[in-house]
């Protein structure tokens, strides 16, 4: 696997920086072999992939059989699923840089209670009951390590769960699990560190908003360079493989969100911004995998990206080409990214991302994926894959910002929801 130490040497350009930077996301994950650069954490990265392609025993033996516990309730009852759980945010966050896990962060209202609010939870089809296992093999972002296998996670999270959600803040000098600042009032509960802030707010119309703050000013002691790494803020959901979706049994998966811009400030003079190196980015991004045990490209996996916000660019350009070097930097798959006006119209609504307007974001995955797979195979990459032996691994969705910015976006509502397809006995 690529280690995560080593330098960035390429420009940042028009390319993505979602993706490109997240060198071993989900390579680990599906246990892909990808070639070591050396570097100061080379051996504590070993050890990462050798826990993580080992993996929890049942979910492999699940893998095996070619379904999943999940996914084999297919034909009960229920014809639609909600994939994210704790949809306000409520059991709070793991917070990793790099392949470490810092710590826990939860962010409760004054007054809140601190229980989970029940339907937000990932359920089983037809069931609606437990969440799937959190500490099964799950991605992380750049890499996965021991720590993101559960061990003592869930007493900090309500009910004493783990939480369902991650933030990745890699390259921060410092740590959102410790912050410098807390406020709690009863509409909002924020934690800050000199670098980045994150918080929970209640909008008037009754639901519950992340907002993810950079402050890359307090990150940088000088402009950015081409062999510096450079910061993220990154929310971001790891399926387990009992909890991923098959392609084969769905109509439709839809992702859905509302966000917005709040802010973004360029904090360099024109002679030291150089737009190859210098941006805030936010893009969303999928990792869709291959789960299929028969086929010769089992645990390969192809980035799927929606364009939404370069302050470089007001309208972002498609974007089909490899993810760097692994023998260097990046995963070496493919990124297919949608972007050009059309994305604006059929999948952000209408409104462009750039006028800091609210964004209401709705894409159906099964939509797109044949033609992403398609792009990948025309370029050798996937070429024994079948869409329906497809699954969704991973999501992220927030900020990278290779420059000395202020930049703030909130994000609220965000659901994956899985419909059906029906079965014999549905069909009436």
Known sequence: MTDWTVKRRVAVGRVSLAAASSAALVAAAFGV????????????????????????????TAEKSGKTENWDA???????VELFGDLNFERGFEIFNGPKKLGVLRLPFDGENGEAEKSGKPGKLGRGGETGENGDVAAQNLTMGPESLGGETGKNGVDGAAPTWKLAQH??????SRPETRTATATEARAATPGLAVARTKTPDGSVALRLEVAADAEYDAPRRADQNWLHLLLQRDFAPSERVSFADVESLVFTCDAQVLRSERLMSDEEFDP?????QASVYFAISNDDPESPDFRDFI????SFFDDRWEIQTDYVAVDG???SIGTGKLIYRLGEQRTIDDILG????FSKKPVRIE??????LGDALRAAKERGFLTETRVEQMKTAHFNFGWETPGTYRAALEIKNPRLVATLKKTVGDAK
């Open 33 to 60: 072999s990808t070639t070591k650069a050396s570097g100061a954490n080379g051996s504590e990265n070993g050890k990462a992939n050798a826990a993580a392609v080992a993996g929890d025993a049942n979910a492999e």
């Open 363 to 368: 894409i159906d995955l099964a939509k797109y």
């Open 325 to 327: 070097d692994p023998k």
């Open 276 to 280: 190859n190196l210098h941006a805030t």
């Open 74 to 80: 297919a034909s009960e009852k229920a014809s639609a």
């Open 303 to 306: 980035w799927f990206g929606v």
């Open 171 to 176: 390259w921060s000098k410092f740590d959102l």
């Open 350 to 353: 209408g409104v462009n991302p």
